[in-house]
Nanobody
């Protein structure tokens, strides 16, 4: 089991940028595939981006459209999400999640979750 703590959320104007971070502790961080999910009010939690435990493979939801970049630093046990060209529809609570070994995009498949960080994009 790995403990995950997100940070970096906040209020930003449309077109702006934010960098989310997720600090991990416990477990063997480097063997976990990691992902960012988000949940907007009244909507289901959805996959945003994922990265393999080696870091050589990434996956993004279609709505990202090249605006976000996921990365990880195994030496520091950190996961990041650089978000550019933010839109009001990106407003949501963003969650960091971990899955042992294999990257998954289904939230029901993830092993561990952080408590989330709120991103609000104003128009």
């Amino acid at each position: 089991q790995v403990l995950l703590v997100e940070s970096g959320g906040g209020l930003v104007q449309a077109g702006g940028s934010l960098r989310l971070s997720c600090a991990a502790s416990g477990g063997t961080f480097s063997r976990y595939a990691l992902a960012w999910f988000r949940q907007a009010p009244g909507k289901e939690r959805e996959f945003v981006a994922g990265i393999s435990w080696i870091g050589g493979s990434t996956d993004y939801a279609d709505f990202v459209e090249g605006r976000f970049t996921i990365s990880r630093d195994n030496a520091k046990a950190m996961l990041y999400l650089q978000m550019n060209k933010l839109k009001p529809e990106d407003t949501a609570v963003y969650y960091c999640a971990a899955k042992w070994d294999v990257m998954r995009t289904n939230p029901d498949s993830m092993d561990d979750w952080g408590k989330g960080t709120l991103v609000t994009v104003s128009s």
